[in-house]
């Protein structure tokens, strides 16, 4: 069975646009530093049919970028994201994204609706460009759409003011779902919610993926969420994939040490005994994506690291079945 | 032996053209010195306009309508301004979610501490580097001397925040209320911070106030938890008792509705509907159109009772061996 | 009535100073609308004109038997028929060169926001280079240029006005294009110019429309300049600054009214336009709301 969602070596660079001083004064020999982040370094990754993968990682992990690639929102610097074979942007000067089989719901779902029009014309519009629907049949679309994601049909004519922040993400949804995608990203869908709102959406989220056999990215950097809905499991620290692999086995087997310091920096109530929160954090800081460490990104804050780790950068390998990890010594004893 | 600080009944309101918003009504609770109290709500709650009732910070169209806030005996509510930033600093600080709210940034860290001392004492430029150096190492910033002279923005959000700490804690403030102030930091820099705050209070026993959604970081500090719903206290008690056994079905629903103690790939426990809009709160208790337990008697407001440390706001409180 | 204009409109009732102002600008709009019907004489009929009627008090009765309310001017017209013209004039102008001023800036100051880089460099630079010129004095060279006549004068104030919408549309289309829904637009993917004119621009018009109620008034003040100083329109349409400038050699020897008049009706419009303007600068500006 093919992947559905193909990314090769996808590396992607943020560099500053100069200006044009200083564009000349470069020119003129100056000494301009082009400050060049690294958000991702030759990223791969597979997301089968049916399949939801969860992207966890910290801020300048480089986890939304992947995202916004895969979603065509932003082309890679190098490298390929494909959805059922065909490149997701097109063009060499100017990407633009050619597809409409990959659609994303965003983080904040009072940003990511235009005030303006009511939400009604705005989950039409796409389908309607595109021809999916009829624009005399667009009204019919929308509400059942709108049922899909459990909200009145009335509510097409209402302006995104008017609904609360749940309601707003379960329109977002709606409008994604609404061009019919193969595959979805979910970029942060539930971190500006209320968790009792949260658990709501996720079940929607579970829901939607059971009737309509969605395939999903589901990113977030909330551990218990992604676990909660996803079938396999890729953290990121750094623009680097560091581990991969089913999503139970990952948090109960974790491979690699920063997946496992991560779990255990998580506060968890355990309220067993005299312990009600049990956590333990990582020590040193996040170092910053405009000078990653050499080699392997996290070996300035593991607790394992050898010389090899500072020099030598480490690639995925599978240390147990369909579970791999981005590290030099992993599997650890017990 | 009284309270370091009682609050007794605060009532906040805020006067809107739509109507009049009723952040916080009746709140009461006392804080003992050196003592952590979490403050757990969703968005609505009132919990981060308590935080603020009690720092004096409510600008119009917001007024304390009610109550009284005492710090070590001295009336807090209807103080004039002079004497509330005179405490303000010296013995109640607070710590806001974004640290860039409190830091100025065009000002390096050293001139910001030195105004923050210079502003309750004398102190001369020297001593008041030696003082920023050590609040600075206090909280675990490194390079504390070098770092000083720089600004805000070449900080990562995460020391940022520990600033913000380091300043609140200058002047060893009785008491700090703190915002959600890890809510918007990595998983790994609030893990560190939670650790630094524990063995800050621990050592300098101060008392905190720890205002958050997030139930795991609350417990981690907090030894009692009040728990907030539509501005009004629903329940309250010792951190483990409540997390073990909650009375109030709110308190519940929380808890259960929190993936990570969930069963992967089923639904999760979800409460129906959404927290009610303040400007518009129904008769009777704000929680009943959302509870599985409601009935008739519901639409008559419930008192909050008291059993020894637990109180609940509930007409039909959950029994005690009920686990979530 | 969930639309953001009956938000926008119950604030605004607040204010009475700017109700009142609308009030002003809507009576003044609709009497230079109805001028044919309402105006005792046709100022522009010379054959009606009679020449004993010139330079006469207000509160005299002409020739013809009317009253002259606001007195004649100095070819005889009747003062108050002819400044109910000259507002129809000036409001025309004024509003013609504003909408046209708008609609061409806002379409470049928006292209340039959304294609970016050198394109969006090269426009800027035009326009800021426009903008360091102070409008009359480009208003005046245009005008001589051009010539006498509406078509020309309207081209002129155009061309003197357009970079201030440019630079205000470049600033919001800038602000919008950066958020998230624009982004998940494109990402449908939408065509390009569907994104602009159907989701950036209409978010820039708060800001636009601000701007387009002071340029109004500025076009309505430019006009009556470029009048006062016979540029322009022909003599035979006389406009509010026309008449101001008619009358303004007989200010000394006590016939005020043939300028002041015309001046008071002037100033008036021009304030109250610019009352509601700053009460919707005001509204639409959010760090002012609580």
Known sequence: MSALVEVEEVSKLFAPRLTFGEKIAARLGSAIETRTVHALDRVSL??????????????GCGKSTLGRVIAGILPPTSGSARIAGEPVMVGNRRPVKRTTRVQMVFQDPFASLDPRKRVGRTIAEGPVAHKLVSRAGAAAYVARWLEAVGLDPDFANRFPHQFSGGQRQRIAIARALAMQPDVIVCDEPVAS?????????????????????????????????VRHVSDRIAIMYLGRIVEIGDARRAYTNPLHPYTRALLDSVPKLVLEGDEIVSFKAISGELPSALSPPSGCHFHLRCPHVVDRCRHEIPSLREIEAAHWAACHLAPFAE | MSALLEVRDLTT???TRAGTVKAVESVSFDLAAGDVVGLVGESGSGKSVTGLSILGLIDPPGRIVAGSVRLAGQELVGLDR????TLRGRRVAMVFQDPMSMLNPVLTIATQMRLALEAHERVSKEAARARSIEALTAVRIPDAAQRLDAYPHQFSGGMRQRVAIAIALLHRPALIVCDEPTT???????????????SLVRDLGTA????????????SLASRILVMYAGRIIEEGPTAAVLRSPRHPYSRGLLQSLPSRAEPGRD???????????????????????????TDICHEMPALERHGARAYRCHHPLATEARS | MDHPFWRIWAEFRENRTAVVALAVVIVIALVALLAPLIAPQNPYDLAKLVLMDARRPPGYIGSNGYMHILGTDAQGRDLFSAIIYGLRISIQIGVLAGMVALTFGALLGTSAAYFGGRTEAFIMRIVD???????????????????????????????????YFARTAHGAASVERSKDYVEAALSTPLPAYIVVFRHILPNCLPPLIVVATVQIANSISLEATLSFLGLGLPPTEPSLGMLIANGFQYMMSGRYWISIYPGIALIVLIVAINLVGDQVRDQLNPRLKR
Not at chain 1, 52 to 59: A, D, F, K, Q
Not at chain 2, 82 to 85: A, G, N, P, T, Y
Not at chain 3, 132 to 161: D, N, Y
Request: glycine share 6%; with cysteine.
């Open chain 1, 46 to 59: 597979t997301i089968a049919p049916g399949e939801v993968v969860g992207l966890v990682g910290e801020s």
């Open chain 1, 193 to 225: 919610l209320d968790v009792s709102i949260q658990a709501q959406i996720i079940n929607l989220f579970l829901k939607l993926r059971r009737e309509l056999g969605l395939t999903m990215l589901f990113i977030s950097h909330d551990l218990g969420v």
């Open chain 2, 13 to 15: 309101h805020f006067i």
């Open chain 2, 82 to 85: 002079e004497s509330l930033r």
């Open chain 2, 184 to 198: 918007a930091l990595d998983v790994s820099i609030q893990a560190q911070i939670l650790t630094e705050m524990r």
């Open chain 2, 208 to 219: 905190l106030i720890w205002i958050s959604h997030d139930l795991a970081t609350v417990s």
């Open chain 2, 268 to 294: 999760l426990a979800q409460i129906p509907g959404s927290t009610p809009s303040l400007l518009k709160l129904a008769e009777g208790c704000a929680f009943r159109p959302r509870c599985g337990e409601a």
């Open chain 3, 129 to 163: 280079l426009q903008l360091s010129f102070p409008a009359i004095l480009l208003a005046l060279m245009l005008s001589a240029l051009l010539g006498k006549g509406m078509m020309q004068l309207v081209a002129a104030l155009v061309t003197a006005q357009y970079a």
